[in-house]
Every structure is written in C-alpha cells, then in structure tokens.
C-alpha cells in the first residue's frame, strides 16, 4: 500500500500518540487534556491554532504554497476542512494492556483516539510538505458520542469563521478488512431521533383488573403496534427502524400501576420519512391507548440528522482511498449504516464525504463501543495518508 514516505517515518511516533489519547479519554466537552495535547502538537509543527470553539475544539490552519512558488500557480483561496472526532464513552475499560484507560468508567471504545492520531499525523505531513494550493482547516471536534459537538460547532460559527468549501469526514470499522474501505454515495449513517411515551390509566388491585384502565397492556400493545410503522406505513424499498429500547411501570405484584413509561429511538436515512414515523407514530399513539381507557403524552425527541455524502465528493474521496489503499480495494456498493455520526450537521453546512476505513476482525466481540475495544494502529499510517492524498487531490498544485 502507498503510504506516503514521510507519514510512515513517522508511524511510532503516531502509535505513541495514539497510546497516550486512548490511557486519558475524556467525555463530551471535557477534552480539556485532549485538547492541550492536540494543541500543542498542532503548535509544535508550525501551525496556526484555534481554541475557545464548542468548549474543547482545536482547530488548526494550514496554509499551502502561494502563487509566487515557482514550482506552481495558484488556482484561488480555496479551503477545505478535515474533521476527526476526539471524545470517549462512559464504558468501564476490560483490556489489559499498557496504554488502557488510567480514567475509571471512561474509554477510548470507538476509535476517537485514532481518528485525532490520523489527522495530528497528517496536519504534522502537510505542514512539512505544503504540497498545495489552498488552506487546509483540521477539525478536532468535541462530543460527537454525546450532546452533538459538531451542530455546536455549526451553531458556533465554524464555517463562517473558517470559509471552506468542502469538508471531510472518516471512521474506523471494525468489521472490514485493513486495506479497505466503503464510501457511500448520498446516505452513509442514519438519523437518531428518540421518542418518550407516557400512558396514563387508572390504577388498583391486580386481581380486580375490571375497575382499571390498565396502562401496562396499553403499553404492551401500543409496542407490538408501533411496528407497524416501518411494516405497513412506509415504502418497502425505505430503510426505517423504531426500536422500543425501556418500558417501565408497576412497583409491586399485586397492583395495576396508574401509568407507564416507553422510550425508544427511530433511525431512517430520509427526513421525508422521518415525518411519516414521527406522524403515523402520534396517530398510533393516542389511539391505541384511548381504546384501553388511558391517555397517552407523546415526545419526539430530534438527535442526530442523517449523514449524506455528497455523491461528486465521494466518488474523489474514493480516488484518494484508491491511491493509498490500491484499486479495488474500495467499496462504493455498501449499504449505509442504522448507526448515527454527528458529523452529518457539517456535511449539511458544505459538501463532502464520509468513509469507513476497514479496521479488520477484531474478534472476541471487540467491536465500536465494546469494552474490549482497541484502535488499530496498523491504520494510522494508512488514515493520515489518505489524509495527505485527498488534500493534495483538492488543492493540487498546477504545473
């Protein structure tokens, strides 16, 4: 594989990096530590650094060769971002190893450590290189498992302050072969929207069900009944799933509770069909717990948005994998993922793309928010390459 010579220099130093992030995770918006060391690394290596933004963000600027290079001539002020995410999950670590979690209850259990290593060793390559035209904006970003660090980031300003043109995207995946990677054109991850229900009934002895309204088989039927959402409301060829994920009622054996509580989520990768889940689920809702005597409160609760590549950026994202990576060695026929990035929110601000690079088989169930869990180290070279690559594609110089 054609790893850039440079970045392979410097893979012990990335594993040395990548060891540290992973033994000092921190959750969402309190990478204060994660922060500081990314900063100063960014500074080390010449580049301008950016701090303040959705609490803990680092934001780094890189700036090509100018036009009065005699090697090339500038095609304009282009800008293009390149995001890697760089919190940890509230998961107890079970691995053994050197570099686990020194932080009690908190990992490194989706990759996060590595993807910041990827793009640390690519900002460090670029830096040295400059081997383009254009500014390049690395994005280490907050709270992408928890609280939407990447909309902050929006709401913040990011592309506003920080005028690119496209921005960039990329995920370990455990799963897929090393060497490989899968870039959709259009839906890459799914929305993530959450839904509360309240049922509300009429309580009294367990033996005497005849004088209630029992909220418990409301509840037991209004859960069989959602199903019928994706089953009978939606386009057969449209990829939807409600989940009921907690039902809770009830506090002994002998008594109907006076009322229950359902919590779930529903994932799609059109927003056209968000609103028919959302509408067919209130329609279900009040009626099914009307026809058992109770009342209902329904809560729709919008999370992540889903993550859309834009088609004519990932067909170039895919050319700079295949630089890297091979020929043949990209997947652009995989199905989306029912899982949720909040990256999507950049990606509805200017086009890009996101890709899965293959992370192997890691067995032992060590899969993305696995206690288990380690990065793979054998793609830090491999992630800041196709890194350099893409940037280099985007903003090459002309001779």
């Known amino acids: 594989m054609p790893v850039h010579n440079r970045i392979a220099q410097q893979a012990d130093e990335m594993r040395q990096w990548r060891h540290y992030l ?35 963000a680092v934001i780094g600027v890189i700036k090509g060769k100018s036009a009065n290079d005699t090697i090339g001539i500038s095609k304009g002020a282009r800008v293009i971002g390149l995001r890697a995410d760089i919190d940890a999950l509230p998961i107890p670590e079970e691995n053994q190893f050197e570099h686990k979690s020194g932080t009690d209850g908190i990992m490194h259990a989706c990759g996060h450590d590595g993807h910041a290593t ?24 907050p709270a992408e498992e928890h609280g939407g660090g990447g909309k902050v980031m929006c709401d913040e300003g990011l592309f506003e302050q920080f005028p690119m043109d496209t921005v960039w995207g990329m995920h370990n995946w455990p799963g897929i072969d090393v060497g490989r990677a899968v870039i959709q054109r259009g839906a890459s991850m799914a929305a993530a929207d959450g839904f509360e229900i309240h049922i509300t009934g009429r309580g009294g002895h367990a033996a005497m069900p005849n004088n209630t309204a029992d909220p418990i088989y409301a509840a037991a039927a209004l859960i069989q009944s959602l199903q019928s959402v994706v089953s009978r409301n939606l386009d057969p060829l449209d990829q939807a799933v409600v989940s009921v994920t907690q039902c809770h009622g009830g506090f002994t054996h002998n008594v109907i509770p006076d009322d229950t509580f359902i919590e779930g989520t529903a994932r799609y990768f059109s927003p056209a ?10 329609h279900i809702i009040e009626h099914v717990a009307t026809a058992h005597g109770c009342s209902a409160q329904f809560k729709w609760i919008e999370g992540y948005p889903p993550t859309i590549n834009d088609a004519a950026a ?4 895919a050319q700079a994998a295949a630089d890297v990576l091979g020929s043949g060695s990209i997947d652009m026929d995989a199905p989306p993922s029912m899982g949720s990035e909040d990256f999507a929110y950049m ?18 169930g060590a899969m993305l928010h696995n206690a288990k869990y380690d990065f793979n180290d054998e793609l830090l070279p491999l992630g800041a390459s196709y890194w350099a690559t893409l940037v280099e594609r985007e903003l090459g110089l002309i001779e």
């Open 22 to 56: 992973h033994a000092h995770p921190e959750l969402a918006f309190e990478e204060h530590n994660t922060a500081d060391f990314l900063a100063k690394k960014l500074e080390s290596f010449g580049i301008e650094v950016h701090r303040g933004m959705a609490k803990t």
């Open 118 to 141: 990827m793009l640390l060793g690519a900002a460090k390559y670029l830096a040295e290189t400059r081997n383009f035209d254009g500014t390049v904006v690395v994005i280490f970003q």
């Open 273 to 282: 069909v968000g609103a028919i889940i959302k509408d067919r689920m209130a």
């Open 314 to 317: 990932a067909d170039r994202a």
């Open 347 to 364: 990606l509805q601000q200017r086009p890009g793309a996101y890709i899965w690079l293959g992370a192997g088989h890691p067995g032992d």
